[in-house]
């Protein structure tokens, strides 16, 4: 199952997605309760955990999924919405952390000049954006900031839905946690500066690499989040992104040095991991700091994983 949020008139709703329709959860549940009989619990709140696994009411909508896909097809075709018509939003809109890894695919540290190590030698770097400035919904422009415009660069990257509390889970048991997946593009500032004048400290260099993905706007998210149920595997999704059309990145989940269950094993060795926290697992070569290619208004993004969606984000200046 594929879910999204969506503005219905100025508030948020739910939907069953694709992309070329979206099925409102309500609205098919009055119509499954019309046709069929029997009340269909379906959240009447816009929070998709409450639908992914782990949620209250999992087992109610995957149900009324089953129905709408299957016998209930022509009965929901007048609730349909054209996806292209409306505002879609970011699946999780707040959630409490949201981290994200650097250089998890070796030929991405090649490309910016380092040397991948193997797994047993090392551990994921782990790093986190604020979500409430950061999230950008679907379709949305990422702001080139004015404070330092001139190296703004692209990552596309799966992003995990964290969907029950856990602390100390082990790799094995760990896609259990998981409630969904989306996408996530970590928009980077690979030149950002602060006080260009200042006196050289030996960890400047890491700070402003780590200030440089807190830009507002710097985390496009979506187009919808992907029930955990319906992919098993995480490691078999291939993954492409263009920037106006051309291909940038194309690569696969299958090339993580740190495959996810690994890295919701590491992260919830020493954090407590809580329903609604996202993980963005990393991204691989073809980002723009490697030719020198970075973004400027007017360009668009176009972020792909499959059995996911299209996640796309026009470009603009900061007002």
Not at 95 to 114: Q, R, S, T, V
Not at 183 to 208: G, L, M, Q, Y
């Amino acid at each position: 199952m594929r879910f999204c949020r969506f503005l219905d008139a100025g508030t948020p709703r739910t939907a069953f997605y694709s992309e070329d329709r979206l099925i409102p959860l309500a609205a098919a549940s009055a119509i499954y309760t019309q046709r069929v009989g029997g009340r269909m619990d379906v959240p009447e709140s816009d929070d998709l955990l409450l639908s992914l696994p782990g949620g209250a009411a999992h087992d109610a909508v995957s149900r009324l999924s089953a129905w709408v896909s299957g016998s209930g097809a022509v009965d929901v075709a007048s609730i349909a919405l054209p996806t292209a018509g409306v505002q879609l939003l970011v699946p999780i809109p707040r959630p409490n952390k949201l981290f994200l890894l650097a250089g998890n695919y070796a030929d991405h540290i090649k490309e910016g000049g380092g040397i991948a190590a193997e797994r047993a030698e090392t551990f994921p770097y782990v790093f986190m954006k604020p979500p409430t400035t950061t999230l950008t919904n679907p379709g949305q422009p990422i702001r080139i900031p004015q404070v330092s415009p001139g190296a703004i660069d692209w990552e596309l990257e799966l992003a995990v839905v964290i969907g029950k509390r856990i602390k100390g889970i082990s790799e094995a048991d760990a896609l259990s946690a998981v409630a969904g997946y989306t996408v996530i593009n970590d928009i980077s500032n690979r030149k950002f500066k602060p006080n260009p004048t200042r006196k050289e400290r030996a960890k400047d260099n890491f700070f402003d690499w780590l200030h440089g993905k807190w830009h507002d706007s710097f985390c496009p998210c979506g187009p919808c989040v992907v029930s955990a149920d319906a992919i098993p595997d995480p490691q078999t999704l291939p993954m492409c992104l263009s920037l106006n059309d051309q291909v940038r990145q194309n690569a696969s989940t299958a090339l993580m040095i740190f495959p996810v269950a690994a890295i919701i094993e590491f992260i919830s060795s020493f954090v407590t991991l809580e329903p609604g926290d996202i993980i963005s697992t990393g991204t691989p070569a073809g980002v723009g700091s490697t030719t020198g290619t970075f973004l400027k208004p007017g360009d668009v993004l176009t972020a792909h994983i499959d059995s996911i969606g299209t996640l796309v984000t026009p470009v603009q200046s900061e007002e």
